[in-house]
């Protein structure tokens, strides 16, 4: 006879990385889903209880066999989240309530879509309403799970929860030989503007490369991270994630790192990061993160935009997603795409507040996307 059991588990140490990664590459999940990539989250004290993230990761078992998984953190905060609530939490407080600790169950400071409740068809509604159900009995005001995709999405609302919609910039490959090919697809001004920004870069004495895989060495590791904490010490914050994450992952998953350096004089002086994945059978780029030591104009588009669409181009990536937010992305080629969220909220009236909030949302961001204009020649809108 079937037994379905839930186990919630501290840290995903506490399961086998085998198991969790079969449920992976059966929801065609990411390597961002990977036991090795949340894992190196934990080890290096990115995400924990001291950070504002408490790991309650969720395992449901039918009889022996693990047939989901579901990434989950308990959150002190809203920080590293990329889909904003802050003003939900705003309105707990000024009516007395605690919005605070909430469920999350996300990549944490990764505004990247795909698989949430790691799972093959036959159990996604279950897993659905488990974490549903986790959400209610364990007292929090909220659960939020975030850039869901469109099965997750609509097993999570038929569990109870609110859709969210959001836009982004992901760049497509539409098999141009080369980065002048893609150029001359786009309308005459923005054509002109990236050529602009990439000689004003070229004039300053400032070279790019890319290395990818074993190509990146511990030196390079620690010059990035010097980039990348400047980006956030220049605004007077602490960096989310710790020199040990980055070279967790560089030594585990190094086959999926990408790093683009910029050098002028001999020496180097930014860095962007990006993650390459394979899903249904498509090469991916994900942008995540950039830094410079010293101010040169359009560097940041050379380095996180222009520079990466080559090397995706030379190496036949499909998808570039270029992070959360940034209408910018628009005159360099991305185009718009709706990404998804779901919420449930314990309290009923600020429940019923936020779902009439959502429909006027979602009705905002359809007009938002309506309006853009294409960055192509002859295209509808451009």
């Given at each position: 006879m079937s037994e379905l059991r839930l186990q919630a588990i501290e840290h995903i140490s506490e399961i086998e990385a085998a198991q969790w990664n079969a449920l992976v590459a059966a929801s065609g999940g990411s390597v961002l889903s990977q036991h090795a990539f949340l894992q190196a989250f934990e080890t290096s004290g990115s995400v924990a209880p001291d950070t504002g993230w408490q790991p309650r990761?969720?395992?449901?078992?039918?009889?022996?066999?693990?047939?989901?998984?579901?990434?989950?953190?308990?959150?002190?905060?809203?920080?590293?989240?990329?889909?904003?609530?802050?003003?939900?939490?705003?309105?707990?407080?000024?009516?007395?309530?605690?919005?605070?600790?909430?469920?999350?169950?996300?990549?944490?400071?990764?505004?990247?879509?795909?698989?949430?409740?790691l799972t093959t068809e036959p159990y996604r509604a279950l897993a659905a309403a488990a974490?549903?159900?986790?959400?209610?009995?364990?007292?929090?005001?909220?659960?939020?799970?975030?850039?869901?995709?469109?099965?997750?999405?609509?097993?999570?609302?038929?569990?109870?929860?609110?859709?969210?919609?959001?836009?982004?910039?992901?760049?497509f490959n539409r098999d141009w030989p080369d980065f002048e090919s893609f150029l001359s697809s786009l309308t005459q001004p923005k054509r002109k503007k990236i050529r602009a920004e990439r000689r004003k870069v070229r004039e300053a004495g400032v070279t790019t490369q890319v290395l990818s895989g074993t190509q990146i060495t511990a030196e390079d590791w620690a010059f990035f991270y010097?980039?990348?904490?400047?980006?956030?010490?220049?605004?007077?914050?602490?960096?989310?994630?710790?020199?040990?994450?980055?070279?967790?992952?560089?030594?585990?998953?190094?086959?999926?790192?990408?790093?683009?350096?910029?050098?002028?004089?001999?020496?180097?002086?930014?860095?962007?990061?990006?993650?390459?994945?394979?899903?249904?059978?498509?090469?991916?780029?994900?942008?995540r993160y950039w830094g410079a030591l010293e101010h040169v104009d359009c560097l940041h588009f050379e380095l996180a935009y222009y520079t990466p669409l080559e090397w995706a181009l030379a190496n036949n990536i499909a998808v570039v997603e270029g992070g959360a937010q940034g209408e910018h992305k628009l005159a360099r080629g991305f185009e718009p795409v709706q990404t998804q969220s779901t919420h449930w909220?314990?309290?009923?009236?600020?429940?019923?507040?936020?779902?009439?909030?959502?429909?006027?949302?979602r009705a905002g961001v359809d007009n938002y996307l309506g309006s853009l204009s294409s960055p192509f020649r002859g295209e509808i809108g451009d």
């Open positions: 990761h969720l395992l449901l078992w039918e009889n022996d066999s693990l047939v989901a998984a579901i990434p989950l953190y308990a959150k002190g905060h809203s920080y590293g989240e990329f889909v904003f609530d802050w003003a939900w939490a705003e309105a707990y407080q000024r009516n007395g309530l605690e919005y605070y600790p909430k469920w999350l169950t996300a990549i944490p400071f990764t505004p990247v879509p795909g698989a949430r409740l974490l549903l159900q986790w959400a209610k009995k364990s007292g929090l005001s909220s659960l939020h799970v975030l850039y869901t995709t469109p099965e997750d999405t609509e097993a999570l609302a038929q569990a109870g929860c609110l859709r969210r919609t959001h836009t982004q910039f992901h760049w010097r980039c990348y904490a400047n980006t956030y010490h220049v605004r007077g914050n602490t960096p989310y994630l710790t020199p040990e994450f980055f070279l967790t992952v560089g030594e585990l998953l190094s086959e999926h790192c990408v790093m683009a350096i910029a050098t002028r004089r001999d020496q180097p002086i930014a860095a962007s990061l990006l993650w390459l994945d394979t899903v249904d059978g498509q090469r991916k780029l994900y942008g909220l314990a309290h009923p009236g600020f429940a019923d507040a936020v779902e009439k909030f959502l429909e006027r949302e």
